[in-house]
């Protein structure tokens, strides 16, 4: 290390964050160096920012005196640049890198869908192979074929936890479950298809079966409807999927109607939160409108919506919704007519009779939960710690899934699979989590983080534009809870010390999260019936 660089390690490293560069940058914690070192003779050479406060790459674009000269941009903004009153990230830093992303994922759609598979087992299978797997699968003569957007197994997710829930029931029962996905996953519909081109990953009573491609499954599942194997279907996504050859197969063997779940909102618009270039919620506006115009999604949604909607009318399926305001919001944007109709939540909670007591503690322990996305309020989040990392009233904990943390927020790893569904609920009390700060910036439509903090005795704090979270807190913690109407005001209810009232006043209950049994809850009946005919 230089002279130069020594004064600058010197003038950054209070300020650095070295748990935020460590958890950002694996290959530099893999190489067991000291991180304001590495910043200050490779890392800011390098684009790396040495704090989620400070954007290396935008300070020297943004002050090219301080480029041209070669100075380290986070010594010269500690040194100068502050007093100067130089900026040293964007205005709305995290809605820019949504909305880059999201016009860069739309010019970037070629490309992906021209990419080589790569989930699935590697093994090809043949019509002969897969009629004898799905005929010995289907003791009944009944068999589910679930379709979903990536593989189940490999995947962490409530639609992921949903599909095994209801797995595992038809499972204990004896009907077998037939899973595909894309081979090829993309964020988009895949184009039309006449299935000898289109791959599908396939599991077979949750085991890894093979790859197969839509005209041989089409076979398959012809031959099966002569020896009297019926399949029911249940639509979970259709991301990654051709709604065209998905017609086909259903045709090629259905005992009835399929079920359509509205786990998001992918059926109305590619953006499936329904977020204007992934910032804004936009409340999907006519296809015609201004503000899909000026929205990345918004040249692909006419035939993306067209395309679903020849799938629906034609189909014909049952709409399952997680909650109520996903059925509404659904059914007044689709376009079309759907009159079979379920409200059906993934878990519901079963809480305590006994009111928690809330022992002392000198600070309030703070949290976020899930993933550290935009989207479930994560930006939110971080500018809030942010704000009042040094007001000893308060800790801020991040539980759930590792990102690129700021040191004044403690992360806790949690993962939610079909092995530990409690897994966030235990965190949340082994914790002793007294707030949740709850965020999404979409219309959720079943918000399992909202619901785990609940069980976890939280108290959850909650953005009043959320779809079903705040249905479900009013539900279930009418006295343990609050709404605030945006970031202002959530910043005042903390800065006023308004949050710690609340808190010592509510009635605040344990409990759990009861699974449901998914897609069995509906089409038990129609097996059941026909098993007794």
Not at 132 to 155: G, P
Request: charge should be negative.
């Amino acid at each position: 290390m230089t002279e130069p660089e020594e004064q600058e390690l010197g003038t950054i490293a209070p300020f650095f964050d070295g748990g935020y560069y460590l958890s950002r940058y694996p290959d530099v914690a893999s190489a067991n160096v000291d991180p304001v070192w590495h910043y200050c003779v490779f890392g800011w050479k390098e684009g790396r920012d040495p704090s989620a406060a400070f954007d290396t790459s935008y300070y020297l674009r943004e002050n090219r005196d301080v480029a041209v000269a070669g100075i380290n941009p986070f010594a010269h903004y500690i040194g100068s640049g502050r007093y100067e009153d130089r900026k040293p990230v964007p205005e709305m830093a995290g809605m820019r890198m949504q909305l880059l992303n999201a016009w860069t994922a739309v010019a970037d759609r070629v490309g992906v869908e021209d990419g080589e598979p790569v989930l699935g087992a590697p093994r090809e299978l043949d019509v002969h192979t897969l009629v004898a797997a799905l005929t010995s699968s289907a003791k009944n003569e009944e068999f589910v074929i679930s379709v979903s957007h990536d593989d189940y197994a490999l995947s962490v997710g409530g639609i992921q936890n949903i599909i095994g829930d209801e797995l595992a029931e038809f499972r204990d029962r004896g009907i077998g479950y037939l899973h595909l996905c894309s081979a090829r996953p993309i964020r988009w519909l895949a184009e039309a298809s006449s299935g000898d081109d289109f791959v599908f990953a396939l599991r077979l009573d949750g085991e890894a079966l093979g790859r197969v491609n839509g005209v041989t499954l089409q076979q398959a599942l012809k031959r099966l409807a002569t020896t009297g194997s019926r399949a029911m279907w249940v639509i979970h996504h259709l991301m990654s999927h051709s709604p065209e050859l998905l017609k086909k197969l259903i045709a090629a063997n259905s005992a009835r109607p399929p079920l359509f779940w509205t786990h998001d909102y992918f059926a109305l618009c590619p953006s499936y939160t329904l977020l204007r270039n992934d910032t804004s919620y936009c409340g999907a506006p006519a296809v015609n409108s201004t503000a899909c115009e000026i929205c990345a999604y918004g040249k692909e949604r006419p035939i993306h919506q067209e395309r679903i909607q020849a799938f629906l009318r034609e189909v014909r399926p049952s709409l399952v919704a997680p909650s109520q305001s996903a059925l509404e919001l659904w059914r007044r944007s689709i376009g079309v007519e759907v009159t079979d109709t379920h409200v059906l939540q993934p878990a519901r909670l079963a809480q305590s009779d006994r009111i928690w007591v809330q022992p002392f503690r000198p600070r309030l322990r703070i949290a976020h939960l899930g993933s550290q996305v935009f989207h479930k309020g994560w930006d939110t989040y971080q500018r809030l710690a942010g704000a009042f990392q040094t007001d000893d009233r308060y800790e801020f904990f991040q539980l759930g899934t590792p990102g690129a943390t700021p040191s004044f927020i403690h992360h806790i790893p949690v993962k939610v699979e079909a092995s530990a569904r409690d897994a966030m609920v235990h965190a949340i009390a082994r914790q002793d989590i007294d707030v949740v700060i709850s965020w999404s910036i979409w219309p959720e439509t079943f918000c399992f983080t909202a619901h785990e903090a609940m069980a976890g005795g939280a108290f959850v704090v909650a953005r009043r534009e959320q779809g079903h979270v705040n249905a479900a807190i009013h539900r279930y913690a009418p006295e343990a809870s609050r709404n605030v109407d945006d970031e202002e005001e959530l910043h005042r209810y903390f800065r006023g010390g308004d949050v710690l009232i609340d808190v010592a006043r509510s009635s605040r209950r344990h409990g759990c999260l009861v699974p449901s049994l998914g897609s069995a809850e509906l089409l038990h009946p129609v097996f059941e019936a026909e098993v007794r005919a």
